[in-house]
C-alpha cells in the first residue's frame, strides 16, 4: 500500500471574546491508490521538541485521534489547545476481508506533520476613559467630591482621592453603559491640594481639585 502524503494544514481561532478560545487542526492528505480501501485513520503526538518547517524535532507517543471513511481525505481535530505543538501522522485502512496485494489491515504511517498552534491574542485594553465633571464642595476639613466619567461599556474602573498626592481612598466602579458617577465624602485637611484620579487597565485620568 502506497503511503499517504499530507498536504495541508490550516489553523484558525474562534472570537477572542470568550473566556477560553477553541482552537482546530484541519488536515487534507492525497488519497492512497491502493484499491478498496474503506478508511483513514489520524494519529497525534505531543511535540516535546521544536517546529521548524513543518517538522517535529521530538515526538512523544502516538495516539489515535479519529478517522474518517472514504472518499473523505480531511480531518479537523479541534481538541488542540493555543500554544500547543504537535505531530500528526494518517493510516489508510482496508476491510477485513484484506485489499488487492496487501497483507495486515492497515497500511504504515504517512509522513510526519508537525504544527505548532498560536497563542491566543491578548485581550485588547478599554479605550475612551474620560472625566466628565468633577466637583468639590468643602466646609473646612469636610469634603465631598462628586464626580462623572465615561469609559468602554462592561469596563470595572477604579477611582481614588489624593490629598497632596497622598492617597486618601480608592474604590471601583463597573458599568454595562459605559457611562459611571461615584460620590465621596471624607476629611481633608484645609489648604491640601485634592485630586481626583480614574483608572482602567489602558492608564489613568486625573483631575486637580
Known amino acids: 500500500m502506497k503511503k499517504i502524503v499530507l498536504i495541508l494544514f490550516a489553523l484558525f481561532c474562534a ?64 481538541t488542540v489547545t493555543a500554544g500547543g505543538l504537535y505531530s500528526f501522522y494518517v493510516t489508510a ?58 469609559d468602554a461599556p462592561g469596563t470595572t474602573t477604579t477611582y481614588s482621592v489624593l490629598s497632596n498626592g497622598n492617597l486618601v481612598s480608592t474604590s471601583t466602579a463597573f458599568s454595562t453603559t459605559g457611562q459611571y458617577s461615584a460620590v465621596w465624602g471624607g476629611k481633608v485637611k484645609p489648604g491640601n491640594s485634592i485630586t481626583f484620579r480614574v483608572c482602567d487597565s ?3 485620568v486625573n483631575r486637580g481639585l
Open 15 to 78: 472570537t477572542s471574546a470568550k473566556a477560553q478560545t477553541p482552537h482546530s487542526a484541519a488536515l487534507t492528505w492525497v488519497k492512497s491508490s491502493t484499491p478498496d480501501i474503506t478508511s483513514y485513520n489520524v494519529y497525534r503526538a505531543p511535540c516535546t521538541g521544536t517546529v521548524t518547517a513543518n517538522l517535529c524535532s521530538s515526538e512523544g507517543t502516538f495516539v489515535k485521534i479519529g478517522s474518517v471513511t472514504v472518499p473523505t481525505v480531511t480531518y479537523t481535530d479541534s
Open 93 to 150: 485502512v482496508c476491510p477485513s476481508t484484506g485489499c488487492l496485494n496487501i497483507t495486515g489491515l492497515e497500511s504504515v504511517g504517512s509522513n510526519h506533520l508537525g504544527v505548532s498552534v498560536p497563542k491566543d491574542p491578548l485581550p485588547q485594553p478599554p479605550g475612551n476613559l474620560t472625566l466628565t465633571n468633577v466637583v468639590r464642595n468643602s466646609t473646612g476639613a469636610n469634603t465631598t467630591i462628586t464626580a462623572s466619567w465615561t
Open 202 to 204: 489602558a492608564g489613568c
